[in-house]
């Protein structure tokens, strides 16, 4: 079995995460008032 590095997954993954780090830094004002509002199934899959 040979387990290689591939940069298209590299690419792949930073193009997956760049969003995820632009939104934590920009969050929209008074995000945490509706956080309470989130749908609880959709919570769930977060914590998990």
Same mark, same amino acid.
């Given at each position: 079995?040979? !387990? $290689?590095?591939s940069y298209?997954g +590299?690419i792949?993954l930073?193009? +997956?995460?760049i969003?995820n780090?632009i939104?934590?830094? %920009?969050?929209?004002q ?5 956080v309470? %509002?989130?749908n609880?199934? !959709?919570f !769930? $899959?977060?914590?998990?």
């Amino acid at each position: 079995m040979h !387990l $290689g590095f591939s940069y298209v997954g +590299l690419i792949y993954l930073i193009l +997956l995460i760049i969003p995820n780090i632009i939104w934590t830094k %920009n969050q929209p004002q008074d995000y945490e008032k509706y956080v309470g %509002n989130e749908n609880r199934v !959709l919570f !769930l $899959g977060q914590v998990i």
